[in-house]
């Protein structure tokens, strides 16, 4: 039987701690402020893309579709979909290393039906307890969970992912996949179509909506190419000590001025990609920091302090000048 799941923020830091934590490597999310080419083209290659909206329960009229190969999950309990939807990118992406428990896991959900899926999902004690590790510390906690009521404000996760040739959108609340068409040259162009399009439809009664995408590692990719550089910076300046005038580079003839320029440009592409494996190092432990506070339960803290503002009579002091500075606030406010 399956055990509570807690409601997690959408949030590039938490999805990528909450990857790692489940043995994936290689792999960090980044949000998306806009859906314009140079948003994406920062972040390619994007394994997949999760949007955040507010769910509404309209029936959905388009087909869902079969597909052999492609990990599909419905989502049979609540506040799993965030990880669903990061799990839904992950099983569908052979290029990512997404380590030991998630290989056996999908080898052994593999054959299910998606509602089995789903269920093994949130039986996995390995995937639930390292979701619920994001989980907000509450000073009270109910154990039964409320089903939401017609005003509640509920939302939802979603995936876009590139599969076999096609782009589909896989939403743990609908029986299948949908087939959204040919990926092409650049799969994004039809996510990104089927996203503008959701986002106009709420335009006018919603504005709150999240994209995030799921890359590659940007340090392991800077990383990668500043040795590139490194290499190549070694062998041009090997040619440069030789002294000849007129040289053979890369089987095309370059005289020392070429050499010299194309030495300085690497220069200047080798101190861009170090100033960016810095900003990604400044932006993980930033990412981590925030984690630990989200973790942390300050509530002990904040009782002890009231406790001993009590003991010294400085308690009801504090609440009386605050009681007199919100009617104050109130009563400017009302003129």
């Given amino acids: 039987m399956s055990g509570g799941w807690c409601t997690i923020e959408s949030d590039p830091g938490v999805f990528t701690e909450l990857i790692e934590e489940i043995g994936v490597k290689g792999v960090q999310v980044e949000e998306l402020y806009t859906l314009d080419d140079d948003s994406f083209n920062q972040l390619k290659p994007v394994h997949g893309l999760i949007f955040l909206f507010k769910w509404k329960g309209e029936k959905d009229k388009r087909p869902t579709t079969e597909h052999p190969g492609l990990f599909f999950a419905n989502q049979v309990i609540n506040n799993a979909c965030a990880t669903q939807a990061i799990l839904s990118i992950l099983l569908n992406c052979p290029q990512v290393d997404v380590g030991v428990e998630l290989n056996n896991f999908k080898s052994f959900t593999m054959d299910f039906p998606p509602d089995l899926r789903g269920l093994a999902i949130s039986n996995s004690d390995i995937i639930r307890t390292v979701h619920n590790k994001f989980a907000r510390p509450e000073p009270i906690v109910f154990q039964k969970?409320?089903?939401?009521?017609?005003?509640?404000?509920?939302?939802?996760?979603?995936?876009?992912?590139?599969?076999?040739?096609?782009?589909?959108?896989?939403?743990?609340?609908?029986?299948?996949?949908?087939?959204?068409?040919?990926?092409?040259?650049?799969?994004?162009?039809?996510?990104?179509?089927?996203?503008?399009?959701?986002?106009?439809?709420?335009?006018?009664?919603?504005?709150?909506?999240?994209?995030?995408?799921?890359?590659?590692?940007?340090?392991?990719?800077?990383?990668?190419?500043?040795?590139?550089?490194?290499?190549?910076?070694?062998?041009?300046?090997?040619?440069?000590?030789?002294?000849?005038?007129?040289?053979?580079?890369?089987?095309?003839?370059?005289?020392?001025?070429?050499?010299?320029?194309?030495?300085?440009?690497?220069?200047?592409?080798?101190?861009?990609?170090?100033?960016?494996?810095?900003?990604?190092?400044?932006?993980?432990?930033?990412?981590?920091?925030?984690?630990?506070?989200?973790?942390?339960?300050?509530?002990?803290?904040?009782?002890?302090?009231?406790?001993?503002?009590?003991?010294?009579?400085?308690?009801?002091?504090?609440?009386?000048?605050?009681?007199?500075?919100?009617?104050?606030?109130?009563s400017s406010s009302s003129e």
Avoid: C
Wanted: no cysteine; aromatic share 8%; charged share 30%.
């Fill in 145 to 330: 969970q409320k089903k939401a009521k017609e005003d509640d404000e509920v939302y939802h996760f979603i995936s876009y992912i590139p599969f076999d040739g096609r782009v589909w959108e896989l939403d743990g609340l609908k029986s299948g996949p949908i087939d959204l068409g040919e990926a092409k040259d650049n799969w994004l162009e039809t996510a990104r179509t089927h996203i503008q399009s959701r986002i106009e439809k709420y335009a006018q009664s919603e504005i709150r909506f999240n994209l995030l995408a799921v890359i590659g590692n940007r340090k392991q990719k800077y990383t990668a190419e500043l040795e590139a550089h490194q290499k190549s910076l070694a062998h041009l300046e090997g040619f440069l000590s030789a002294g000849s005038d007129a040289m053979q580079v890369d089987g095309a003839p370059a005289s020392q001025e070429e050499i010299k320029s194309r030495i300085n440009n690497l220069k200047t592409q080798m101190y861009e990609l170090n100033n960016k494996i810095s900003s990604e190092d400044e932006k993980f432990k930033a990412w981590k920091a925030e984690n630990i506070r989200r973790k942390h339960n300050y509530l002990p803290f904040l009782v002890n302090m009231l406790k001993v503002l009590a003991e010294k009579g400085e308690l009801t002091p504090l609440v009386e000048n605050a009681k007199k500075q919100q009617s104050s606030r109130s």
